[in-house]
């Protein structure tokens, strides 16, 4: 089969690679219809996250039809999946609480090293994530091995198109997930750092959940306009000094909830920024941690912290006594994505969400290198790509110029 396969820092390419094939009885293999490129995906794309290794299939936020069963799999051939990004074993201590991308069992022993000696525990497995994260094949390939398929695949509707429901898998969630953490009361203020697709769920959800005010804080014109479309409003961090801004429209108080939606890669000219950057190049698991940084002092004493952006390492001059002496409340993490698929599910059927308005570009599977670099490198007009193993050729951009 077709499969975009990661060789190194800004080299992704489209392989023939062998077709994946059942290995274990709860095992299920779908043809992939839909698959999209995410933030974290241009972390792994930026060389940022370890062990990767050439030709690992990258890809976590896919859907399709299930082609083939294990004999333990409750799908049946022909049926329509969203699949969701963590592996989870739905049998374990963390899987029977909910808490499905802390899964103990869906990482392999082998691989759980590396992630044991940084983060005192192993990771869960998750699809296309580097062998930290169980060195599994990912998505953005024409089939996929999806174990516990019993567990995380959710059958989707045949009236719902993918572009309706193919972010069920990933970024949905994580916005939603990203806004429930804030803890949003109705009369908030809620700042969300980063207007990409995570980003702008957040916005979207923190709305939906009732939040008095939303501001949008990013430097890309065209994804500022998207939070603006979606009832925030917005502040440009390379034109305006966004604390006091935060301030002057959070009646001089500060905001209450504060959501990253930028991660380990967050850009800036600050000096610290500078120096992270230099120090991330050298790959010492340094991260660009800036924009937490800033809505940590940004956010009221007593507020909120919510981080959806991925970080993998350290961090240096972390502002731990603003968390500490404000009384702030953190909550984090990859997002337990099968808790929240049949909500969103309904709300999506019930008009109540829109996840197709950010996507930017539609290109066919063997188009994906190009879709990653213009990811990377045209962030403000290429918002989200989805990628179609059966396309012809590229469609022209919806939503965007
Ligand atoms: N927790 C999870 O389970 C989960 C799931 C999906 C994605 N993520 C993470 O969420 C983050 C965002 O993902 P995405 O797909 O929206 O990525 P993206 O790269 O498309 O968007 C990031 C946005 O942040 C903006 N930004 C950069 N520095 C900033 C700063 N200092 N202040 C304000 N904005 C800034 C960028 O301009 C960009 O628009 C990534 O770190 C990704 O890995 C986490
Ligand atoms: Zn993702
Ligand atoms: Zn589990």
């Given at each position: 089969m077709r499969a975009l396969t990661w060789h190194g820092t800004h080299d992704v390419r489209v392989d023939t690679v062998d077709d994946p094939e059942i290995?274990?009885?709860?095992d299920a293999i779908i043809r992939i219809t839909s698959t999209a490129i995410c933030g974290s995906d241009l972390h792994l794309y930026d060389g940022v996250i370890p062990a990767m290794k050439p030709g690992d299939i990258l890809g976590h936020e896919f859907m399709g039809e299930v082609v083939e069963t294990g004999a333990q799999s409750t799908l049946q051939k022909g049926q329509r999946v969203v699949v969701p990004f963590p592996i989870a074993c739905g049998g374990c201590f963390h899987c029977r609480i909910?808490?499905?991308?802390?899964?103990?069992?869906?990482?392999?022993v082998e691989k759980q090293d590396m992630s044991e000696t940084l983060y005192g525990f192993p990771m869960a497995g998750i699809f296309g994530y580097s062998h930290m994260t169980g060195g599994y094949s990912g998505g953005q390939a024409e089939y996929v091995r999806v174990p516990f398929s019993d567990v995380g695949p959710i059958v989707v509707p045949d009236h719902l198109d993918d572009e309706q429901v193919l972010f069920l898998s990933d970024i949905l969630p994580t916005g939603w997930m990203a806004a429930e953490n804030a803890q949003i009361q109705p009369d908030d203020t809620v700042a969300v750092w980063g207007c990409g697709p995570v980003g702008l769920f957040a916005v979207q959800s923190a709305i939906a959940m009732g939040a008095a005010k939303v501001i949008a804080i990013d430097h890309y014109p065209h994804r500022l306009e998207l939070a603006r479309q979606l009832g925030a409003e917005t502040i440009n961090f390379r034109t305006s000094d966004v604390r006091e801004a935060l301030m002057e429209m959070s009646g001089g108080i500060g905001v209450d909830a504060v959501i990253?939606?930028?991660?380990?890669e967050s850009h800036g000219f600050a000096i610290d920024n500078m120096f992270d950057v230099a120090k991330q190049k050298i790959g010492?698991?340094?991260?660009?941690a800036s924009a937490l940084k800033q809505a940590i002092l940004a956010v009221r004493p007593g507020g909120r912290v919510s981080v959806p952006g991925v970080y993998g390492g350290m961090t240096d001059k972390f502002p731990l006594g603003a968390l500490m002496e404000k009384g702030l409340e953190l909550r984090t993490g990859q997002t337990h994505v099968q808790r929240y698929m049949k909500d969103l599910l309904a709300m999506i059927e019930e008009g109540?969400?829109?996840?197709?308005?950010?996507?930017?570009h539609r290109l066919p599977l063997e188009q994906a290198p190009e879709g990653y670099r213009n990811f990377k490198e045209q962030q403000d007009s290429w918002t989200k790509v989805v990628l179609k193993p059966g396309m012809e050729s590229a469609a022209p951009a919806r939503g965007s110029a």
């Open positions: 290995v274990n009885p709860r909910t808490q499905f991308s802390c899964c103990e069992n869906s990482n392999p990253d939606a930028v991660g380990m010492i698991g340094a991260d660009r109540k969400l829109d996840t197709t308005f950010l996507i930017s």
